[in-house]
């Protein structure tokens, strides 16, 4: 095969050159984002009153000794009326109420400035209490302590001693809430006045109440004692004013499937497999069978394998039986491989040379390679080693390298793992 002209060798070089700027830079792992979190739930708005009323009172007390700010304080607040009472202080108080990003605070203050202005200037006297004239009774927004919801009703255990001093009232000091108890531990009844389940009365008296633990599966009781049981917890039966524990797995109470076995435990029963061996089981183990499973044999008390290898399972040429648990499976043998139902001799490929696969067009890029090559090093030579032309050499036959492989590295690659 005759070689083409050499003027293929500069398109070939510019070929190569381009396809290497034309590579994609690296691609870095972007950072996966943190996850989001859930928003704080938003305060009640009583809250957010109670917050601003505390705020304004610490800026009066921030503000008790100061002054108009001029040079004849006694002729100011005799022609100026008192600072104390006057705009200018309230002006500053007002100021510093909120902080820059309490936006729920700045709503309401905008929404009530008209009203404090008001109790400022004319109902400091007969209400002293900002909170409950502001909060309660203008904005309705609170109730007293002690009570709840939109009429303000005492909380269960009455409005001094909510809960009887023992619990929570859902929504206590708000127009909200169901005025549920939420009791301590130990503590149960609609006002948590009582003892809870699993708690005895060690203490009462007309404003004070203790309740302490029963023995452990007692779930009433008349002291902390073993014996001192009234009421048992599931899973437990009264004997003798004694808690004890109900075997299920002896009675009808437990309920485990075919493959099942039942295990009593304190209180309760646990349902556990039985082995693979078994159809059906008493306990845990191939020797606690009901019966065997298929692919097990009986052999004295267990269940155990049967191996089926010991007979003629797998025909068919060059097939080979391997055992499993309660089963077994045909293989092919060592050197066969599995084609369309039979086993047939694995073949071994015959090397073939590294270029026995190059096209036509990929011999014509190597020949000219080749002649490029010639040329850069006898124009190195005549240069005498100049290192100019040394690096145009040394650049060329790069060019040319990559621009060769590019067009065949799939098949270059392949080859090198086949060790062609």
Same mark, same amino acid.
């Given at each position: 095969m005759a070689p083409r002209p050499l003027r293929g060798l500069v398109p070939a070089l510019f070929g190569s050159l381009s396809l290497f700027l034309s590579l994609p830079g690296p691609v870095w792992p972007q950072p996966s984002p943190p996850p989001q979190a859930s928003p704080p739930p938003e305060p009640h708005p009583c809250h957010i009153c109670r917050g601003l009323v505390d705020s304004f009172n610490k800026g009066l007390e921030r503000t008790t000794r100061d002054n108009f700010g001029g040079g004849n304080t006694a002729w100011e607040e005799e022609k100026l009326s008192k600072y104390r009472d006057s705009e200018t202080r309230l002006v500053e108080v007002l100021e510093g109420v909120c902080s820059k990003s309490d936006f729920e605070c700045h709503r309401l203050l905008e929404l009530s400035e008209e009203l404090v202005e008001t109790w400022w200037f004319h109902k400091q006297q007969e209400a002293p209490d900002l909170f409950q004239w502001l909060c309660s009774d203008s904005l309705k927004l609170c109730c007293p302590s002690g009570t709840f919801g939109p009429s303000c009703l005492p909380c269960p255990g009455g409005a001094e001693k909510p809960c009887s001093g023992y619990g929570k009232c859902e929504g206590e000091g708000t127009r909200g809430g169901s005025g549920r108890c939420d009791c301590q531990a130990g503590y149960g009844g609609e006002a948590c006045g009582q003892c809870g389940l699993g708690y !005895? $009365?060690? $203490?009462?008296?007309?404003?004070? =109440?203790? +309740?302490?633990?029963c023995f452990g599966p007692c779930a009433r009781c008349s002291g902390p004692e073993e014996s001192n049981c009234l009421q048992c917890r599931k899973g437990w039966a009264l004997h003798h004013l004694k808690c004890v524990d109900i075997d299920e797995c002896g009675t009808e109470r437990a309920s485990c499937g075919a493959d099942? !076995? +039942?295990v009593n435990t304190e209180g309760s029963y646990e349902c556990r497999d039985c082995a693979k061996a078994c159809l059906?089981?008493?306990g845990a183990g191939p020797g606690r069978c009901k019966k065997c499973s298929p692919g097990y044999q009986q052999v004295g008390s267990k269940c155990l394998d049967v191996d089926e290898c010991e007979t003629e399972v797998c025909p068919g040429a060059n097939k080979q039986c391997e055992n499993t648990e309660g089963g077994y499976r045909c293989i092919c043998a060592e050197g066969y491989k599995q084609m369309e139902g039979i086993c047939v001799k694995e073949q071994i490929p015959e090397s073939a040379g590294f270029f026995s696969e190059m096209t036509e067009d990929e011999l014509v890029v190597l020949q000219q390679m080749f002649f490029g090559v010639i040329i850069c090093a006898l124009a190195t030579l005549a240069a005498k080693g100049d290192l100019v032309f040394t690096a145009i050499f040394i650049g060329a036959v790069a060019a040319m390298t990559g621009y060769w =492989?590019? $067009?065949r590295s799939d098949r270059v690659l392949e080859g090198f793992i086949k060790g062609r």
């Open positions: !005895f $009365e060690a $203490e009462r008296n007309t404003s004070h =109440l203790v +309740c302490s633990a099942q !076995f +039942c059906g089981c008493m =492989l590019s $067009e």
